[in-house]
């Protein structure tokens, strides 16, 4: 069974950085998608930045330019590098793995808070 375990939320004043990191367990070898989606209260959960394995990446156009994903094929993990963060990047981050076969695995989210 894959599971995705995400780290690095918590709180930071705007303008500051975090960095998140997610890694996947299981038996599992590689996967073709990976990337992070985010879900503010009372919004739908929107994509922030996905990356292929050929290392091809896409960013929301709220995130682009601050936001910078990366991945490690070995590891089976990625890292989300959030500079210039702003209170409206406020929101529950999952990252989410897609395998060959085209199926989806989530984390259970970590809590990004940026205060004004």
């Known amino acids: 069974q894959v599971q995705l375990v995400e780290s690095g939320g918590g709180l930071v004043q705007a303008g500051g950085s975090l960095r998140l990191s997610c890694a996947a367990s299981g038996n599992i070898f590689s996967f073709n998608i990976m990337g992070w989606y985010r879900q503010a209260p009372g919004k739908q959960r929107e994509l922030v930045a996905v990356?292929?394995?050929?290392?091809?990446?896409t960013y929301s156009s709220s995130v682009k330019g601050r936001f910078t994903i990366s991945r490690d094929n070995a590891k089976r993990a990625i890292d989300l590098q959030m500079m210039s963060l702003k209170p409206e990047d406020t929101a529950v981050y999952y990252c989410t793995f897609r395998d060959w076969g085209s199926r989806d695995y989530w984390g259970r989210g970590t809590q990004v808070t940026v205060s004004s």
């Open positions: 990356i292929t394995k050929g290392g091809t990446t």
